[in-house]
């Protein structure tokens, strides 16, 4: 079982971040504010979801209670992050003026990859003597 310090710490972000996402998705497109930076939709979706990933990445590396997750990381963040960015197409269909858009969601899932190419530099590079 998690003690309630790795919870906060590696669970927690990555559960917040992905209930923004959803907040962020439910709102109605009447309901949406009209800001310049919303014009960049598919950046958006890539940033959103590089994040997403990186939080994820580093809650799977030090989770301990299934082993074949901490073994695969970056395998497992991938899936992981691409499943919940097709649900999250999904849930748009529901939302009034919002719909589905595979653009979308190959920008969340290239996000996702290219965090974890970030996470696996960063491991690869990082001069901990604990992770070599």
């Known amino acids: 079982m998690l003690k309630d310090k790795e919870f906060t710490f590696y669970v927690l972000p990555p559960i917040l971040w992905a209930l923004a996402i959803f907040v962020g998705s439910s709102i109605p497109s009447k309901d949406f504010p009209d800001l310049k930076i ?4 598919k950046l958006l979706h890539f940033g959103a979801f590089l994040v997403l990933a990186l939080l994820t990445y580093r809650a799977l590396r030090h989770q301990t209670r299934f082993p074949g997750l901490a073994r695969s990381p970056l395998l ?15 849930h748009q269909s529901l939302v009034p003026g919002r719909r589905p858009d595979l653009a979308d969601f190959f920008a969340d899932t290239l996000g996702a990859v290219f965090a974890v190419f970030l996470a696996h530099l960063w491991m690869r590079f990082r001069r901990s003597p604990v992770d070599r």
């Open 38 to 41: 919303f014009s960049y939709d």
């Open 76 to 90: 497992y963040t991938i899936i992981m992050v691409a499943a919940y960015g097709a649900l999250d197409e999904i």
